[in-house]
């Protein structure tokens, strides 16, 4: 039954395999047939004609010549060599060329064509019966005119029987050897396929978190490439699930600290009588709701802005987004005695992405800028073209990122020490992620004159002009 299963379950390994050898092995097991066929008949074709050819032979020699006359004398020997074969029977007519004489069987059938001096072979039916027939035209200067028509014909019993005993010697040979070269390739699939059932085996028993990975010395070859690629994917979602494990981690650790403060605070309320000292401790809870309020939207955004999630994309103009986004900060700039400016070319800036997506980043580089850069100091969001690039810079004359530093404050929650910023360490993390998403790449250097910090994110350009 296992057997039977394993041939017919469609769609498996082995199924394909044994239809791509079978099945062409059986259509040249056909051809063979057809073409042991066709010899089997060419054969007998040959035999039945050379009867036919020796028998003209020997009825011109029983022609002879009687004072004028043309006799046919059919010695016993010609008669036996006639007659010899039981199962068929033989007819034959000569005759002159100007029909002198004529002697045989009457109204033979006449072969298509022209007679001549060389023999004509045609199938044609006499008698009810089907025969095989030669007509020839043979010299002979005994006779009157010189020369004898001669058409012999003989039945087909024993030339068919012929035929079929060629091919029925020859088949059961060639269906054996179909027959077993499908087994051995059945048995030879199956133990060809046994390291891929292991491999299945091996996968199946695992648990969830096991993504080691799969051995590649017991595979064939030709699978060993696939394999590779496999415990490629699985490194990688191993890192990522361990990337994941941090982050979860990370920011479980970053909410618990406000919560707590709002716990703390929320406690201390409670017990104080002193309207001054409870507003106080008010400020705190609403200063703490706020952090966790931002880092809660942050953790949505970031987790918006990774790959999977699914955000419309559509054709916008950066330099008015950018013109927006920056509008919106000039009052906090205002506040800190920052100045906030803004630079943009002539001409639309098209890209194909998400506005809500691209708005964060620019905020997230904006506030970063701000936070990071000195009472009297400036920010400037530029725009610019080269060839079918855009490029989005954010530069400030702040302190400025070491260079050691430069990669590592791309990760989440990491914040450089020493800057006493509150903050949440997930900014330029999120900056990353969404221009990853938009198939931007982010850069981050020193700004002008070495001093400060300058974030470019370039874009391709959209074919269309906004």
């Keep these: 039954m296992s057997l039977c299963k394993s041939i017919f379950d469609s769609g498996t390994l082995r199924q394909k ?15 063979n047939i057809a073409l042991i ?35 046919f004398t059919l010695h016993s020997g010609a008669l036996n060599m006639l007659s010899e074969d039981k199962k068929d029977k033989v007819y034959y007519a000569l005759s002159g060329w100007q029909q002198d004489f004529k002697f045989g069987s009457p109204n033979l059938p006449a072969p298509p064509g022209s007679l001549s001096e060389k023999p004509i072979f045609y199938m044609a039916n006499y008698e009810n019966h089907p025969v095989r027939m030669m007509a020839v035209i043979v010299p002979e200067k005994d006779v009157i005119s010189g020369r004898v028509v001669v058409m ?8 068919d029987e012929r035929a079929q ?25 199956g133990r060809g396929l046994r390291p891929l059932l292991q491999l299945r085996n091996e996968v199946t028993r695992r648990s969830s978190l096991d993504l080691s990975p799969l051995p590649e010395h017991h595979v ?5 490439p696939l394999i590779h690629s496999f415990n490629g994917l699985m490194a ?19 909410l618990r600290t406000p919560l707590a403060g709002l716990k703390a605070q929320a406690e201390l ?7 001054v000292e409870i507003r106080y401790s008010l400020q705190q809870i609403s200063r703490a709701a706020d952090h966790a309020a931002h880092l809660a939207n942050q953790l949505l955004l970031l987790a918006r802005a990774e790959p999977g999630a699914q955000d419309t994309m559509a054709e916008l103009d950066l330099a008015a987004l950018a013109r927006d986004v920056t509008a919106y900060w000039v009052q906090d700039a205002l506040q800190k005695k920052i100045d906030l400016g803004f630079e943009s070319a002539e001409g639309g800036f098209p890209v194909t992405g998400n506005a809500l997506l691209l708005g964060e980043l620019l905020n997230n580089l904006i506030d970063n800028a701000l936070r990071y850069t000195q009472s009297g100091g400036q920010v400037t969001v530029r725009i610019g073209r080269n060839k079918e690039k855009i490029n989005l810079e954010v530069e400030d004359n702040g302190p400025g990122i070491a260079s050691s530093e430069r990669e590592r404050v ?43 910090t300058l974030v470019k994110i370039t874009f391709h350009a959209t074919s269309r002009n906004v």
């Design 17 to 31: 395999l044994l239809q791509w050898v079978l099945i062409p092995m059986v259509v040249l097991l056909l051809l």
């Design 37 to 71: 066929y066709k010899a089997g008949h060419d054969s007998a074709d040959r035999r039945h004609d050379r009867f036919l050819s020796d028998a003209s032979k020997l009825l011109v020699d029983q022609l002879h010549t009687n004072q004028g006359h043309v006799e």
């Design 152 to 159: 012999v014909g003989k039945t087909l019993v024993l030339h």
């Design 165 to 189: 005993e060629w091919m029925w010697r020859v088949l059961p040979t060639q269906i054996f050897l179909t027959v077993f070269t499908g087994i051995m390739v059945w048995w030879g699939v």
């Design 220 to 224: 064939v070859a030709e699978v060993r």
């Design 236 to 254: 990688r979602l191993d890192e990522s699930l361990i990337l994941k494990r941090r982050f979860i981690a990370d920011a479980a650790h970053q």
């Design 269 to 275: 309320a409670q017990l104080l009588d002193n309207p």
């Design 410 to 452: 791309f990760e989440r929650f990491y914040r450089v020490l020493g800057t006493n910023q509150k903050g949440c360490g997930l900014g330029l993390s999120i900056v990353r992620e969404v221009a990853d998403r938009h198939h931007a790449e982010v850069s981050l250097s020193s700004g002008a004159e070495g001093t400060g």
